[in-house]
T-cell receptor, first 115, second 110 residues
């Protein structure tokens, strides 16, 4: 079975542009979470979606938005890109709500560079 | 705010040496997870510890959860080059999310 797939793998944008990142969860998983990992840091929580509804949001500005589709895939959108948005964006899926003891399966991420 | 602090930040050792990585917090966590991340990949779950004082072994890796459930350690015996990677500890946040430490970057030289 395919794992969590993310596209694109790499992306270069300039300041002020917007970007859309895509994620397909493992088949049967209903929860998708997004994390931002800046170089040298651990991943930071951005959003969690379960059954197409937002269930959690981290401390990120409104320039960040996301949605989940009926097939449980998800998009992360970032508007008005800043240099500081350069990071590895990770998507993770889980069968349920992804509470602390539940195993998260991470994709390989999208490496975003903002110039 | 729940924070997880990991130490050391970097570790470079020779093949065959033993090492311990620490994960500490001032907050109590219902469980802690350890992940390993290789360059260009997402984190992969190694273990979840749930009970205070719990010890779990995964081949040459030994994980311990502190009695007060505020800290955890990862001990690797006879490290191998294949153990090279970023080791992350993570605990449950208030929104069903994971709170990660900054990680320990381990390099094992042959």
């Amino acid at each position: 079975d395919a794992g969590v797939t993310q596209s694109p793998t790499h992306l270069i944008k300039t300041r002020g542009q917007h970007v859309t990142l895509r994620c397909s969860p493992i088949s049967g998983h209903k929860s998708v979470s997004w994390y931002q990992q800046v170089l040298g840091q651990g991943p930071q929580f951005i959003f969690q979606y379960y059954e197409k509804e937002e269930r959690g949001r981290g401390n990120f500005p409104d320039r960040f938005s996301a949605r989940q589709f009926p097939n449980y895939s998800s998009e992360l959108n970032v508007n008005a890109l800043l240099l500081g948005d350069s990071a590895l964006y990770l998507c993770a899926s889980s069968p349920g709500l992804g509470v602390a003891n539940e195993k998260l399966f991470f994709g390989s991420g999208t490496q975003l560079s903002v110039l | 705010t729940q924070l997880l602090e990991q130490s050391p930040q970097f570790l470079s050792i020779q093949e065959g040496e033993n090492l311990t990585v620490y994960c500490n917090s001032s907050s109590v966590f219902s469980s802690l997870q350890w992940y390993r991340q290789e360059p260009g990949e997402g984190p992969v779950l190694l273990v979840t510890v749930v009970t205070g004082g719990e010890v779990k072994k995964l081949k040459r890796l030994t994980f311990q959860f502190g009695d007060a459930r505020k800290d955890s350690s990862l001990h690797i015996t006879a490290a191998q080059p294949g153990d090279t990677g970023l080791y992350l500890c993570a605990g449950g946040g208030s929104q069903g999310n994971l709170i990660f430490g900054k990680g320990t970057k381990l390099s094992v030289k042959p």
